[in-house]
């Protein structure tokens, strides 16, 4: 019983984590769209801003893979105490 309470609180932390940053690229994402607006008139820092924003997303997805892994290795891990005891 205990091993399936830790998965089900594992698989909650996955969750909440991957809703977080979710919602946190969303928010982001506005605010970089509203800056292309306002940079539509100067071509260099608008490339800049496009820099940035493909530079978070990458950092946003490894993030989440981080997050994901982390999750699996302390399923894993539970697991293989859970069996040994």
Known sequence: M??????LFSILLLGSGIAFIVIKHRK?????????????NNRKEMLLAMQRAKLYKLVMILSGVFLF????CVLVNEHIIAIQW
Not at 2 to 7: P, W
């Open 2 to 7: 205990k091993l399936y309470i830790e998965i």
């Open 28 to 40: 982001k994402a506005e605010k970089l769209k509203r800056l292309y607006t306002r940079l539509s």
């Open 69 to 72: 892994t982390l999750c699996v």
